[in-house]
C-alpha cells in the first residue's frame, strides 16, 4: 500500500476534469494541489472550473484552492500529473522536474526527448529505467515521463501481442477520432455535427513516431526506435469519447491461419499482470468476435475505461491481417493512463 500526494497541473481542462474524477477514491494517491493558467489560479476548484463530467464534482477537489503552474505552490506534493495545454506544458514540466519535483505527462512536449520514457506499462514497462539517466535534477530526484497521443495507445497495446508472436513488418492505420479529444471547446459544432473532418494538425506524425518508440528496445542510455513504417490517416469524427481504428499490418513471420493470430491476441500475457496495480485492467488487450464490436458508444467504457477493444479481425488481401481497435481517449489515452503509469512506478520503487 502506498500514500502519495499528488499535484494537477492543468486540472481545469478535459484531461485534469478526468484526473480529478478518476483519483476521488484512488487508494495510493491524494490530491493534494491543483494548478492552472492565471485565469483559474486564487479561484476555489469548483469556481474556476467548468465542470464537464457525467458525475459530481468530488468534494475532495471542490474547495481546494487553484494555484499557477510554479513548483513553490506545490511543496506538500511527491509528484504531479501533467494535462498542460502543450503550448506551456514544455517550460512549466522542465521547472518541476529541475525542482526535485516528478512529473508524469501527457502532453507531447517530451514524449521523443532521448532520455524520458514514453510508457505504456503493459506494452513497455522496461522503458521505465531511463527516469535514472535523467538530468533534470542535480540529484536525479526530478524527473518527466509521458503517456503517448491517444491513438498511439491502442496503435501499440493492439500491435503488442502481434510483434511478440510476429514481428511487424509494416502498419497502415486510419483513426476515427472523437470530438473530446480537442479539449473543451474544442471542434466547432458547425464542423463537426453531421460531418466528418479528414484533418487533426500534427497527429498522424506522432502516431507514426510514438508507436516506433513505444515498441522500440532499451539501448544504453536511450530507446532504439524500430524501423517498421507507419502511415497514419487522422480523421475528426462526431463520437463524443473513444477513438477507433482501422488497422492493416504486414507481419515478419506469416501465420499459417487467422486463427493463429486469434490466438496471438487470446494467449498474450499481460506483462505487469502480477503487480496487482488499482487501475490495471483485468484484459488489457481484449478481442471481440462479433461482427460490430467494438463501437465508442458501447465499448469505450469497459474495465473503467482502460481496455483495449480489438475487432474484425480478418485475413488481409493487401497486408497480412486487418482489424479494428478502441480505446477511451481522455482515460485508457490520456488520464487513466497517466494514473497507472504512476502506479507502475510508485510499485517499482520510483518515488523518493
Ligand atoms: N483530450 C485528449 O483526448 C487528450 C489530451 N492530451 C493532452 O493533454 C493536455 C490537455 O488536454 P485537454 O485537457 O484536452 O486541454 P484543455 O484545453 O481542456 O485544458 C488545458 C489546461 O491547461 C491549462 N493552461 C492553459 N494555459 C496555461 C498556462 N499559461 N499556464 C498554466 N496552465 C495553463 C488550462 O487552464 P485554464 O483553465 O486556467 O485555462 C487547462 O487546465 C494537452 O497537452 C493535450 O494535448 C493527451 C491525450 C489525449
Ligand atoms: N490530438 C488528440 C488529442 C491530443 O491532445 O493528442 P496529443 O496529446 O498527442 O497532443 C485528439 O485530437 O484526439
Not at 486540472?11 to 487508494?27: D, S
Not at 510514438?210 to 522500440?216: A, F, M, P, R
Not at 513504417?229 to 473513444?242: F, K, L
Not at 505487469?272 to 485492467?281: C, H, K, T, Y
Request: aromatic residues 6%; proline residues 6%; hydrophobic residues 40%.
Amino acid at each position: 500500500m502506498k500514500n502519495l500526494n499528488v499535484g494537477i497541473l492543468g486540472a481545469t481542462g478535459a484531461v485534469g476534469q478526468k484526473f480529478i474524477r478518476l483519483l476521488e477514491t484512488h487508494p495510493w494517491f491524494t490530491i493534494s494541489s491543483l494548478g492552472a493558467s492565471k485565469r483559474s489560479a486564487g479561484k476555489k476548484y469548483k469556481q474556476a472550473v467548468h465542470w464537464i463530467e457525467k458525475t459530481e464534482l468530488p468534494s475532495n477537489a471542490s474547495d481546494i484552492v487553484v494555484t499557477e503552474c510554479i513548483p513553490s505552490e506545490f511543496a506538500d506534493v511527491d509528484f504531479v500529473f501533467s494535462g498542460l495545454d502543450s503550448s506551456v506544458a514544455g517550460d512549466i514540466e522542465k521547472s518541476f522536474a529541475e525542482a526535485g519535483i516528478p512529473v508524469i505527462s501527457n502532453a507531447k512536449n517530451y514524449r521523443t526527448h532521448e532520455q524520458v520514457p514514453l510508457l505504456v506499462p503493459e506494452v513497455n514497462p522496461d522503458h521505465a529505467e531511463l527516469i535514472t539517466k535523467q538530468s533534470f535534477s542535480k540529484n536525479g530526484d526530478g524527473w518527466i515521463v509521458t503517456n503517448p497521443n491517444c491513438v498511439s495507445v491502442p496503435l501499440s497495446m493492439s500491435l503488442k501481442p502481434l510483434d511478440d508472436a510476429f514481428g511487424i513488418e509494416a502498419v497502415v492505420v486510419t483513426s476515427m477520432q472523437s470530438i473530446s479529444g480537442a479539449g473543451y471547446p474544442g471542434v466547432a459544432s458547425l464542423d463537426i455535427v453531421a460531418n466528418v473532418v479528414p484533418y487533426i494538425g500534427g497527429e498522424e506524425d506522432k502516431v507514426e513516431t510514438e508507436s516506433t518508440k513505444l515498441l522500440g528496445r532499451v539501448n544504453e542510455n536511450s530507446i532504439a526506435y524500430r524501423d517498421f513504417p507507419i502511415q497514419a490517416t487522422a480523421v475528426r469524427v462526431p463520437t463524443v469519447d473513444g477513438h477507433l481504428l482501422s488497422v492493416s499490418v504486414s507481419l515478419e513471420t506469416k501465420p499459417e491461419s487467422i486463427d493463429e493470430v486469434r490466438k496471438a491476441f487470446t494467449d498474450w500475457k499481460n506483462p505487469i499482470a502480477e503487480l496487482d496495480l488499482p487501475s490495471s485492467p483485468e484484459t488489457p488487450v481484449r478481442l471481440y468476435e462479433e461482427d460490430r464490436h467494438p463501437q465508442p458508444r458501447l465499448h469505450a467504457d469497459r474495465e473503467g475505461g482502460m481496455q483495449t477493444a480489438v475487432g474484425r479481425l480478418r485475413k488481409g488481401k493487401v497486408m497480412d491481417i486487418g482489424y479494428v481497435t478502441l480505446a477511451h481517449n481522455t482515460i485508457r489515452g490520456a488520464a487513466g493512463g497517466a494514473i497507472l503509469n504512476g502506479e507502475l512506478l510508485a510499485a517499482k520503487g520510483y518515488f523518493k
